[in-house]
């Protein structure tokens, strides 16, 4: 082929395969195969094995019959090939047999038999049968030529002839004196300007300026003209849809896939074909073939990679290699479009969004405290409240003690009384405020106004702390915490002690790889020195989180499967971008479009929703979250949460019990000197008077003599006898005035003698 067809053929296609697979790759390269007629067989699997699919076939028009049949016997008649021939004369070929399978065949013809002027000739020129019968087979282009230069010829001679006298004069080749007359006609020639049968005729400097060529692709029915070419305006497609019109019934489509739960898997059992497979993918799939009615045959990936680009050696690997390589028509799995995959594969519309998101395991619920009520304040608040608590109750002491008004007369009625009481003892005062701390009724109750400031700020400051103390025990003993190390990307990209990782060669990996965010690119360095953070499939990944200190970043579809199906699982953080599944398809493919819109069309009929829903939501594993959620908000209270409350009460009760023995002890010791009995008998005394005595509410003292203290009565001991005083009463009594007597009431002297 001289440079010039080349040209025209090469423009020609490349043209063309922009309708059929836009966009088209940035480099083009060209093989070159010359073959002679017993060699096609051989040379088409050369082509076919390369993987080239657009093909321009320039041969001498009787080699083309072998050429087609080369083409039947290999196979490489179908919708993925494009034939462009450079032969002007394709009508004249049988190509009945490729009219059904959708195989691109294209050719230019320089005769349109369809025009009127042309069907006027070649009636005419039928009364010649000889040169008319070769023009009307269109198996040769060269009697059209001839007709029309001998037409233009004709035009020159004409018009010389309407100028001067047209003298012809013999001129031989051998001598070199040229016909005088022989400029002008070629002048004339030049300027003859006509419909010929190849066209439009018109001459610029001898030669023809004006050419149009028919542009002939094989449909159905027949080679129609579906675009022209001229030399001034190029290529013209006229008829855009006879690019994207193929069948698709009864065509069988390899599609590849990869085994992810839950959108393909394995069934269990014997299965055989496209049997073998369920999963969401695999009814999506059904439904689009379905609604498109074609058939398909199902085959796993071999290297079971989804697919990235080596960045050092610009292969791919994976389902998208698969694509490329067009071992497959489709690539049906939870596939991510993504801008460097969509540069060599096309993908459909999107049948499912997502974002890549953080799989964690859910941290172990702290561990329950017996003395998980004192969580709400931290340690030192109590220690605080305890320092408090002494402070007010010794100032409360300090300031009853110095006014006035917290001195009465215990006995109004003896007005010259020189007894006077003050309440607020050190024992009091330290019992009125723990009483009011815990917000119980007491009987001592502030008179001064010093001291009554005092008791309000005291419960003010016991409202507060003891509001706060409820409230955040409620939510310390209910709430089941769970602290998560990590919050959110950030979390993770600033600590080493998490490692973390992506599914290899897909989506999630090269999202990281190829980010210009400054924490992902943090990630990225991370995970790339260490290549064992990489998983091979999701199984893998999730086995790993669950293992602990190990954090996977995934699709949030297969995050929430995954974590609606096994409740150790957790999510964290929000999604870190968002992209969607599309099918894939090798560059052009028609099948793209088609496949697009039946997932619209089965999106907008809630189809795609009712198979996620079938594989996300049903199963009798699934761990519900919202219970889960509920459980964690209403928790009963266990022994093991409030327990320490009840430890505390019997260590409390186990004290006074001590106590009690203690004071028994002291008080029976001292009595037993005073009476100079022996202690054991003293003892024994005083506990057969404990028992004996349980009916009364009034002890009376220890020598029985009880009708000395009925209530009412005074008994003023002699200053002797003060000395003799042992029990607390005394101690809330206070003698303003060192002289005697103190005044005593009943119970209060159970020790005077
Ligand atoms: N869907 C992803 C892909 O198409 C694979 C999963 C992932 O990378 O997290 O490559």
């Known amino acids: 082929m001289n440079n010039v067809l080349f040209d025209l053929h090469y423009s020609a296609l490349i043209k063309m395969q922009q309708l059929l697979k836009p966009p088209m790759p940035k480099e083009v390269q060209f093989t070159f195969r010359k073959s002679d007629s017993t060699q096609f067989r051989d040379t088409l699997k050369d082509v076919r094995m390369r993987g080239i699919y657009s093909i321009i076939i320039d041969t001498k028009p009787e080699n083309l019959p072998n050429l087609l049949t080369a083409i039947l016997q290999i196979q490489m008649n179908n919708y993925k090939y494009h034939y462009h021939f450079t032969t002007f004369d394709i009508e004249a070929h049988n190509l009945e047999n490729f009219r059904y399978n959708f195989v691109n065949m294209t050719a230019y013809r320089m005769v349109d038999s369809e025009h009127l002027m042309v069907k006027q000739v070649l009636r005419d020129m039928e009364k010649f049968q000889s040169v008319g019968q070769s023009i009307l087979n269109r198996s040769n282009l060269e009697p059209a030529l001839m007709y029309d230069s001998v037409f233009a010829l004709a035009r020159g001679l004409q018009a010389l002839e309407?100028?001067?006298?047209?003298?012809?004069?013999?001129?031989?080749?051998?001598?070199?004196?040229?016909?005088?007359?022989?400029?002008?006609?070629?002048?004339?020639?030049?300027?003859?300007?006509?419909?010929?049968?190849?066209?439009?005729?018109?001459?610029?400097?001898?030669?023809?300026?004006?050419?149009?060529?028919?542009?002939?692709?094989?449909?159905?029915?027949?080679?129609?003209?579906?675009?022209?070419?001229?030399?001034?305006?190029?290529?013209?497609?006229?008829?855009?849809?006879?690019?994207?019109?193929?069948?698709?019934?009864?065509?069988?489509?390899?599609?590849?896939?990869?085994?992810?739960?839950?959108?393909?898997?394995?069934?269990a059992g014997n299965h055989t074909g496209n049997d073998r497979f369920e999963g969401f993918c695999i009814e999506l799939l059904q439904a689009i073939a379905n609604y498109l009615g074609f058939q398909y045959e199902l085959y796993f990936v071999p290297d079971s990679k989804f697919g990235a680009e080596n960045t050092s050696t610009g292969e791919w690997n994976g389902l998208v290699r698969e694509i490329i390589d067009k071992n497959a028509d489709l690539a049906v799995a939870s596939m991510t479009i993504n801008y460097a995959r969509e540069s060599v594969i096309d993908f459909t519309k999107p049948f499912m969004t997502l974002g890549i998101r953080i799989l964690?395991?859910?941290?172990?619920?702290?561990?329950?405290?017996?003395?998980?009520?004192?969580?709400?304040?931290?340690?030192?608040?109590?220690?605080?409240?305890?320092?408090?608590?002494?402070?007010?109750?010794?100032?409360?002491?300090?300031?009853?003690?110095?006014?006035?008004?917290?001195?009465?007369?215990?006995?109004?009625?003896?007005?010259?009384?020189?007894?006077?009481?003050?309440?607020?003892?050190?024992?009091?005062?330290f019992w009125f405020t723990i009483v009011t701390l815990m917000h119980q009724g007491c009987d001592l109750n502030p008179k001064a106004t010093s001291t009554r400031i005092i008791g309000a700020i005291w419960w003010f400051f016991t409202l507060i702390l003891i509001s706060s103390y409820t409230a955040n025990l409620a939510a310390f003993l209910t709430v089941e915490r769970m602290i998560t190390p990590i919050e959110s990307v950030e979390d993770l990209a600033s600590q080493s002690k998490i490692s973390y990782g992506t599914l290899e060669s897909g989506s999630t990996m090269t999202f990281f790889r190829d980010s210009r965010i400054e924490t992902y690119q943090k990630m990225?360095?991370?995970?790339?020195?260490?290549?064992?953070?990489?998983?091979?499939s999701y199984e893998e990944g999730v086995a790993r989180v669950l293992q602990g200190n190990y954090a996977f970043l995934m699709e949030s579809t297969m995050l929430d499967y995954m974590v609606q199906r096994n409740c150790n699982l957790t999510e964290v953080g929000g999604l870190l971008d968002s992209k969607g599944y599309g099918i894939a398809t090798p560059i052009g493919s028609p099948w793209r479009d088609k496949i697009s819109l039946a997932i619209l069309d089965l999106q907008e009929k809630g189809v795609i929703q009712i198979l996620y829903n079938r594989w996300w939501k049903s199963g009798a594993t699934t761990c519900s979250r919202d219970e889960k959620g509920k459980e964690t908000k209403a928790n009963a209270l266990g022994l093991e949460n409030i327990g320490g409350v009840f430890v505390v009460l019997l260590t409390g009760l186990a004290v006074a019990i001590f106590t009690a023995i203690f004071e028994f002890c002291w008080s029976t010791k001292k009595n037993a000197y005073n009476q100079r009995q022996s202690l054991c008998s003293e003892m024994a005394e005083e506990l057969r008077f404990a028992m004996k005595c349980r009916a009364s509410r009034q002890r009376p003292a220890l020598r029985r003599q009880c009708s000395k203290c009925i209530p009412g009565t005074t008994y003023v001991p002699n200053a002797m006898d003060m000395n003799t005083q042992e029990n607390g009463v005394m101690q809330m009594l206070d003698i303003r005035k060192s002289a005697s007597p103190v005044h005593f009431e009943c119970g209060d002297c159970r020790h005077h003698t």
């Open 360 to 429: 964690f395991k859910l941290p172990s619920t702290m561990p329950t405290r017996l003395f998980s009520f004192m969580s709400p304040l931290a340690i030192d608040i109590w220690l605080y409240v305890l320092a408090a608590y002494i402070l007010v109750s010794s100032t409360m002491f300090i300031v009853a003690r110095f006014s006035p008004y917290e001195w009465h007369n215990p006995h109004p009625c003896v007005a010259e009384s020189d007894v006077m009481e003050n309440q607020f003892s050190m024992a009091n005062s």
């Open 162 to 267: 309407r100028g001067a006298v047209l003298r012809p004069v013999n001129v031989s080749c051998e001598d070199e004196n040229p016909w005088n007359d022989g400029s002008s006609l070629f002048n004339y020639v030049n300027a003859a300007e006509y419909r010929g049968l190849t066209g439009k005729i018109q001459f610029k400097e001898g030669r023809r300026s004006t050419l149009k060529l028919d542009l002939l692709k094989l449909r159905t029915e027949k080679l129609d003209k579906v675009g022209e070419w001229s030399t001034t305006s190029g290529l013209n497609i006229s008829n855009h849809e006879a690019f994207h019109e193929f069948g698709t019934r009864n065509i069988t489509l390899r599609v590849t896939t990869i085994e992810t739960i839950p959108y393909v898997m394995l069934k």
């Open 524 to 536: 990225w360095r991370y995970m790339e020195n260490r290549p064992n953070v990489f998983v091979g």
